[in-house]
């Protein structure tokens, strides 16, 4: 069993609408959540980053974290063509320097 | 303020021989990572440096190493290539120790090995 699991999608909504992406983890000791946006042969792009528990915001994008659960968010508010890309959670603990984990990764389409 | 830079772009090598990939961290920034990402999954952490000395290390073989250079360009190499070493290989630099750590990363060198 992987340490973070990412359900690959795809995920087709239409412009507009709310997107939710998730991801399920198994090391408690992780306490640092980032959100990756990754466009098809390019690097990925840090969208959200938070610590613990909790919700952040960022314009259409929320992110919450549930370490009780060990689940974590990504919502997409009014969504666009051009929010069409993969995405990937990734995760580490307080004491692992720059080493994520990341999940496999949610193919994401909006169609217009 | 420039990005994180890599290259070569493309490469394609056959099993055995050995690859070098470059990078170019973010100006400023005193931390590379490197990371393989496999078609259709997520990044894997291969080893991380911090001024000069390599500072952890994911599950890899000893035949993944990497340098860091004193203007925090980096590079990887790979000997005794193998099939599943075919991948895009990112590079990633932060800013460790002045109360952030964001990573931010290179566009990828994807190694194509036959």
């Known amino acids: 069993q992987k340490e973070v699991e990412q359900d690959p999608g795809p995920l087709s909504v239409p412009e507009g609408a709310i997107v939710s992406l998730n991801c399920t983890y198994s090391n408690s000791a992780f306490q640092y959540f980032m959100w990756y946006r990754q466009y098809s042969r390019k690097g990925p792009e840090l969208l959200m980053y938070t610590y613990s528990s909790g919700n952040k915001e960022d314009g259409r994008f929320t992110a919450q974290v549930d370490k009780s659960s060990k689940y974590i968010s990504l919502f997409i508010r009014d969504s666009q063509p051009s929010d069409s890309a993969t995405y990937l959670c990734?995760?580490?603990?307080?004491?692992?320097?720059?080493?994520?984990?990341f999940g496999g990764g949610t193919r994401l389409m909006v169609k217009p | 303020e420039t990005g994180v830079t890599q290259s070569p772009t493309h490469l394609i090598k056959t099993r055995g021989q050995q690859v070098t990939l470059r990078c170019s961290s973010q100006s400023g920034h005193n931390t590379v990572s490197w990371y393989q990402q496999a078609l259709g999954q997520g990044p894997q952490f291969i080893f991380q440096y911090y001024r000069e000395e390599e500072n952890g290390r994911g599950n890899f073989p000893p035949r993944f190493s990497g340098l860091q250079f004193p203007n925090y360009s980096s590079e990887l190499n790979v000997n005794a290539l193998e099939l599943d070493d075919s991948a895009l290989y990112l590079c990633?630099?932060?800013?460790?120790?002045?109360?952030?750590?964001?990573?931010?990363f290179g566009p990828g060198t994807r190694l194509t090995v036959l």
């Open positions: 990633a630099s932060s800013l460790v120790g002045r109360g952030t750590d964001t990573q931010y």
């Open positions: 990734a995760m580490k603990p307080g004491n692992a320097g720059n080493m994520l984990t």
